[in-house]
């Protein structure tokens, strides 16, 4: 399984990106992706996750904000980042895992992206 993560880049405050995460090679009828982050100095954390019915789950800090999404035509995952804030500032991985279940702890996903950077001025 290969992830391959863009769209990152440089807002201000208040503004919106759109990340992608093309996925290859999956051979799992069910799955479960999503999006971390990681600030300099801090553990990654789960920024939203989806699981391949449908279901999503969010963090607090980016509910409301962020939108989780996926393609199933293009293999894509998404994550529509609006209202910006200078504390969204981190890299972002997209993960995933052919495992039963979606949990919270990036620890239990098999499979990364290599990251892009979202850096997010005031």
């Known amino acids: 399984v290969q992830l391959v993560e863009s769209g990152g880049g440089s807002v201000q405050a208040g503004g919106s990106l759109r990340l992608s995460c093309a996925a290859s090679g999956y051979t799992y009828s069910s799955y479960c992706m999503g999006w971390f982050r990681q600030a300099p100095g801090k553990e990654r954390e789960r920024v939203a996750r989806i699981w391949s019915n449908g279901w999503t789950s969010y963090a607090d800090s980016v509910k409301g904000r962020f939108t989780i999404s996926q393609d199933n035509a293009k293999n894509t995952l998404y994550l529509q980042m609006n209202s910006l804030k200078p504390e969204d500032t981190a890299m972002y991985y997209c993960?995933?895992?052919?495992?039963?279940?979606?949990?919270?702890?990036?620890?239990?996903?098999?499979?990364w992206g290599q990251g892009t950077q979202v850096t997010v001025s005031s």
């Open positions: 993960a995933s895992r052919g495992d039963s279940g979606c949990p919270s702890s990036p620890q239990l996903y098999t499979y």
